[in-house]
């Protein structure tokens, strides 16, 4: 049997670092004490159910990851739309030329309608 304990220590470190945040700036995101975060990261305290829900919803990793029941690290560098019978997931790194192309290919292949107030 997994180790929850063990294993959300190490995953909620991943998540927080993959998105580039301190324990302070990852813990006012989701409204937890940073010495809450940092004693859930050092398996010195069990998460609450509303931290592992607040946690996967806001990250979009699933709690059977977070808890170690699953093994399969999530896709943290990508954007994942979702839309009217579509789902893409694009890679953070991407330039903005080659997303500018892609997004237009999206909206033409869905039949997307904009109402975007975004300068092109």
């Not at 937890?32 to 050092?42: K, R």
């Not at 069990?46 to 592992?52: E, M, N």
């Not at 979702?82 to 039949?111: C, H, M, Q, R, Y």
Request: with cysteine.
């Amino acid at each position: 049997m997994t180790n929850m304990k063990t294993q959300f220590g190490e995953r909620i470190q991943i998540i927080r670092k993959n998105a580039g945040c301190s324990q302070k700036k990852f813990g006012l995101e989701l409204n937890i004490p940073q010495t809450t975060l940092s004693a859930y990261e050092t398996d010195r305290m069990q998460p609450t159910v509303a931290a592992l829900i607040s946690i996967a919803t806001k990250y979009d990793v699933s709690m059977d990851w977070l808890c170690g029941l699953e093994p399969k690290e999530p896709q943290l560098n990508v954007i994942k739309l979702k839309g009217n019978g579509f789902t893409a997931e694009i890679p953070i790194d991407i330039s903005p030329e080659l997303l500018a192309v892609f997004l237009d290919k999206i909206v033409k292949e869905n039949d997307v309608k904009s109402n975007s107030c975004v300068d092109t």
